[in-house]
């Protein structure tokens, strides 16, 4: 049977456990409305963060934004979207659709300077040496090779010629007895020859290589 001693220590005890009870739970209630208060303010601070990325974003920024510890944090409160990310979006967008189009504008630019010295649908190409002669015997006036090299140029753009191949094709020519050299000091000229059995001098050893003038 108890004591009037052991009642009056549970007594104490039972008042002791209800106070401690008391005090956690308040101090509970007293975390929960900081940590509430805390969130409120982080939510606040990330929704500035995200305007302030965006914001430089837009202005070009190119240094390296800090990005905060336990950003991937799960929390109650749902953070929106900001005008000033859909723009960040926007600018990388942006700047990818003109990357594109660059390159689109270089491959066209590409494929039209390879054209350019490509033969015309249907057109049979004929031998420099031909094309010296009559150029030549047209123009009738003693021309380097340098002036026979740019006046080919010009009348069959899609033909590559330069002035050592054009050199080097004339002088062919004057060996077969089809054109003239005459030399004026270091510089020398040619002229289409007037001699009537220029044609049969010719020899097939002679003749230039199909791939020469290429």
Known sequence: ???PESNTLKSQYAEKVTAD???NTAEQERIRTEIASLEEQLSGLEQDHE???GMRAALGGTATVPTPRGSGRKTGTRVRSTPAKAAGKKVTVKTASATKSASAKKSASAKKTSGAKSAP???KPRALGD???EHLSVDLEPRTAGEIARALTTAHPHRNISDNLVRTTTERLVARGQVERAKQGSTVYYTASTRDDS???AAPADKEPASADA
């Open 121 to 123: 649908a249907g057109e």
């Open 21 to 23: 009870l008391e005090r």
């Open 199 to 201: 044609a049969t001098t």
């Open 1 to 3: 049977m108890p004591t």
């Open 51 to 53: 305007l302030l990325v």
């Open 131 to 133: 094309l010296i002669h």
